[in-house]
């Protein structure tokens, strides 16, 4: 039923983005729905979440959940900036082509603030989370202090992205700040 759901919910996100074209400059429905599908597919979110199923078997086989020689953490953040932060990414940046006068650079500056912000909600989570024992956490492998530490270094490189931005982007700032340092 959630896989369906899902599938359900992701359609629907096309349906929406579909339905702005005809009030929109075709060129940039086509490149919010790019940045959508990228965020969906094999090499974000459904990779992502087959790296996360993989390091659950490992852990239900009895196996240490990496590999020896392997950076724990490094993969842990890939495995959430191909989930969690690549669809807050992908929300923020569609969402930004459609402002009048968009311009690349802002979009790109926007990615990136959408990817720090998206990794450091997802450590926000695990920090919330951190009596389940997740085996695809950062508090697990760096500590409560040391994972706490890598989410404000995050949101704030996240928020230098857009420091340029006026004021209007300061309900985006703390909506990102709320969201990284939420307690529940």
């Known amino acids: 039923t959630a896989v369906l759901a899902g599938d359900a ?6 349906e929406v983005l579909a339905s702005a074209a005809p009030h929109a400059d075709p060129s940039v429905v086509v490149e919010a729905v790019g940045d959508l599908s990228r965020a969906c ?6 990779g ?11 852990v239900a086989a009895g196996v240490p959940p990496h590999p020896a020689g392997e950076d724990a953490a490094s ?3 890939s495995i959430h900036a191909r989930k969690s932060a690549a669809l807050i990414a992908a929300s923020i940046s569609g969402g930004a082509r459609f402002a009048p006068g968009a311009r690349p650079e802002d979009v790109a500056r926007l ?11 997802q ?25 706490a530490k890598r989410a404000e270094a995050l949101l704030t490189d996240a928020l230098n992205e857009i420091a340029a931005l ?17 307690q529940a």
Do not use: K, N, W
């Open 75 to 77: 993969r842990i953040e």
């Open 166 to 182: 006026d004021e209007r982007a300061e309900p985006l700032r703390d909506l990102a700040r709320f969201a990284v340092r939420r």
């Open 9 to 14: 919910l992701q359609a629907l996100a096309f």
């Open 41 to 46: 597919g094999s090499r974000q979110l459904v």
């Open 111 to 121: 990615q990136r603030f959408g990817e720090g912000v998206g990794v450091a909600f």
């Open 123 to 147: 450590i926000a989570d695990d920090l919330i989370d951190r009596d389940d024992e997740e085996p695809c956490s950062l508090v697990g492998v760096l500590g409560v202090e040391s994972a």
């Open 48 to 58: 992502g979440q087959v790296d996360d199923l993989a390091v659950a078997a490992r």
